[in-house]
């Protein structure tokens, strides 16, 4: 994570940094990445980037931690129906508000494709954290919903979970086809999924 050095850094120039790191990463992962590139971009010295940060894997833990709060600070109204309504409501608010906050960001896609498509390492080591986060806040509210008698007893609470929380990562996956999807297919696509997972098909 960065030095107190960088924390001191007036915030336009951290934003620099920054930037350059996203333009960096969004086409190479972290093996690949070239500190040259972030310098040059940044406008800074490599000696200016060594006192901010210890490593370049540590660069790209500061930009995946920086980003991912951007967009829970984004998402955050979704959670108004967090336990307040039920689960499967809930979720489809928070996962359009993410996909929405991911299309306006078109480079956050790109970085999504690379780190998932190079699971390993840093990047392996932020993805499984991630997912853990995702599958915490849904196993809560699922049980909440269980308890409320809203979600049958016999349905398997971390196997529900797990599907929503790999779901949650599918907007990656929709990117990578030859025409990127607009938020309406997006909306359409999990509106229809979320009305399997309702409904069921027996």
Do not use: W
């Not at 929380?165 to 997006?186: A, G, P, Y």
Request: aromatic content about 12%; charged content about 25%.
């Amino acid at each position: 994570m960065p030095t107190p050095t960088f924390h001191n850094l007036p915030p336009e120039k951290q934003e620099r940094v920054l930037a350059a790191a996203i333009a960096e990463f969004s086409q190479r992962n972290v093996e690949q990445a070239n500190i040259s590139n972030i310098v040059r971009q940044a406008g800074i010295s490599r000696g200016s980037f060594y006192q901010y940060f210890d490593s370049k894997d540590d660069l790209y833990v500061y930009m995946f931690e920086t980003l991912r709060h951007r967009r829970s600070e984004y998402t955050q109204p979704a959670f108004k129906y967090y336990k307040t309504h039920p689960f499967l409501e809930f979720f489809e608010h928070f996962y359009l508000l993410d996909s929405q906050f991911l299309l306006r960001h078109p480079l956050h896609i790109e970085l999504g494709k690379i780190m998932y498509s190079h699971a390993h390492g840093v990047s392996l080591g932020l993805i499984e954290a991630v997912q853990r986060r995702y599958c915490d806040i849904f196993l809560i509210a699922i049980a909440h919903d269980q308890d409320a008698g809203r979600i049958r007893a016999d349905i398997d609470t971390r196997l529900l979970a797990d599907l929503c929380t790999h779901f949650m990562t599918d907007i990656f996956i929709f990117q990578n086809f030859q025409r990127r999807m607009s938020l309406t297919e997006v909306e359409e696509h999990l509106h229809g999924t979320i009305g399997i997972i309702r409904h069921g098909i027996e």
